[in-house]
C-alpha cells in the first residue's frame, strides 16, 4: 500500500515538471513569442483618371458680306433723256425711282417709255474690266455715254440721284455726248469726248446747236462759245435738237 501511494506521488511530481517545461523552456530561454497576425496592407488608392479634354470649339465662320447699301438721294422727280443715233427719243420725262440711285433712274424711264420696257437695259459686272457697266440701254447694245447734271456721271451701282437731277443718256456709236445747263435764262450747250490714252474726258463748247421747246417752238442757237440766251418755256423743257434736252430748275 505504502510502496503504491509513493508510486503515485512520484508520478504526479513527473506530470507536474511536464507541465512546467510547456510554460516555460528548459533552457530559461524566453517564453515563445505568440505569433501576430499579419496586418493586411492598405491597397494603393486607384489613380483619379485624367478628365477628358475638353474638344476645340469650331470658329464661327465669319459672316458673309452684306451687300452694299445703296447710297440714296432726296426723293422726287428725276428727269431723263435719251438720245439714240442722232435724235432725241426722250426729253426731260420725269421718272420717280423705286430707290434714288442712278441706275434706279434709268431703269425706272426704260419700264415706262421704251417699247421694251427694262429688257432695253443690261448691266453687270464686265469681266473684262471688272467693274459696274451698263452694256446696253434703249435697246442699243455698248456702253453709252451718261451724264448727270452738268458733269459725266460716275456710273456705279449705288451712284445716288437726288430729286431735280437731269439724267442723259446717250447710246453707244456716237461720237460724244453733249450736256445742257441753264442758269438765269443762259443755256449753255458743251460737247464730252472720252479720250482713250488717258480715259477722261474732254469738254468743248457747241456752237449752232438749235434750241427749241418740247412743243416745237424755237427757242435760239447757241453761239460759239457754246450759249444762247432763251425765253425759258413754262414746262421748263429745252432741247438742243439731235444732242441733249433738260429741265430747268
Known amino acids: 500500500m505504502k510502496k503504491t501511494l509513493a508510486f503515485l506521488l512520484a508520478l504526479m511530481m513527473v506530470f507536474a515538471l511536464a507541465a512546467c517545461g510547456e510554460t516555460e523552456p528548459a533552457d530559461g530561454g524566453d517564453p515563445a513569442e505568440t505569433p501576430s497576425a499579419d496586418v493586411a496592407e492598405t491597397p494603393p488608392e486607384a489613380a483619379t483618371p ?11 465662320p465669319d459672316e458673309p458680306a452684306q451687300p452694299e447699301t445703296p447710297a440714296t438721294g432726296e426723293p422726287g422727280e428725276i428727269y431723263v433723256t435719251v438720245v439714240n443715233g442722232g435724235v432725241v427719243e426722250l426729253a426731260a420725262a ?21 417699247n421694251d420696257g427694262a429688257a432695253g437695259y443690261e448691266a453687270g459686272i464686265d469681266p473684262t474690266y471688272n467693274m459696274f ?18 458733269a459725266m456721271a460716275e456710273v456705279t ?9 437731269n439724267i442723259v443718256i446717250t447710246t453707244s456709236g456716237a461720237p460724244n455726248a453733249v450736256i445742257l445747263t441753264v442758269a438765269d435764262g443762259t443755256v449753255t450747250a458743251t460737247s464730252q469726248t472720252l479720250d482713250f490714252a488717258t480715259f477722261q474726258y ?21 453761239g460759239e462759245d457754246g450759249t444762247a440766251a432763251i425765253t425759258v418755256p413754262s414746262d421748263g423743257v429745252i432741247i438742243a435738237e439731235g444732242l441733249a434736252a433738260v429741265k430747268a430748275s
Do not use: C, R
Not at 50 to 60: N, R, S
Not at 140 to 149: E, H, K, M, T
Open 133 to 150: 457697266l451698263i452694256s446696253k440701254a434703249w435697246g442699243v447694245n455698248g456702253v453709252p455715254f451718261i451724264s448727270q447734271g452738268a
Open 94 to 114: 420725269p421718272v420717280t425711282p423705286d430707290e434714288m440711285t442712278l441706275v434706279g433712274a434709268i431703269v425706272k424711264a426704260h419700264e415706262l417709255y421704251f
Open 157 to 165: 451701282e449705288t451712284a445716288p440721284v437726288s430729286a431735280g437731277d
Open 50 to 60: 485624367d478628365e477628358p479634354e475638353t474638344p476645340d470649339v469650331p470658329e464661327t
Open 202 to 222: 474732254m469738254s468743248a463748247a457747241v456752237s449752232g446747236a438749235k434750241l427749241i421747246g418740247s412743243d416745237g417752238t424755237e427757242l435760239g442757237v447757241t
